[in-house]
């Protein structure tokens, strides 16, 4: 059984910092490309960053510079590190992944940036 557990959301102010994790089991790791996505209120879910089994990465253009995406094989974790954060960054984070032609998603933790 596939589950992808998310943590690390919470309030920041502008210009803060959070690093969410997301713990993976039920797949070999290693294998798996590993995607952040986000959900505002509103707003379509849309892809934020993803890192391949080799460790490329691909990043939204409005989080370019800002947000690393990472990942330890050996823990089985992939993590989204966020930087200079910005009001409009409020969203809930999911984790996802593709295993045997399914997609799997974690149940999202709340980032939220206000002063």
């Known amino acids: 059984q596939v589950q992808l557990v998310e943590s690390g959301g919470g309030l920041v102010q502008p210009g803060g910092s959070l690093r969410l994790s997301c713990a993976a089991s039920?797949?070999?790791?290693?294998?798996?490309?590993m995607d952040w996505y986000r959900q505002a209120p509103g707003k379509q879910r849309e892809l934020v960053a993803d890192?391949?089994?080799?460790?490329?990465?691909n990043y939204a253009d409005s989080v370019k510079g800002r947000f690393t995406i990472s990942r330890d094989n050996a823990k089985r974790t992939v993590y989204l590190q966020t930087n200079s954060l910005k009001p409009e960054d409020t969203a809930v984070y999911y984790c996802h992944t593709v295993h045997l032609w399914r997609d799997y998603w974690g149940q999202g933790t709340q980032v939220t940036v206000s002063s």
């Open positions: 039920g797949i070999i790791f290693s294998r798996n490309a």
């Open positions: 890192i391949s089994s080799g460790g490329s990465t």
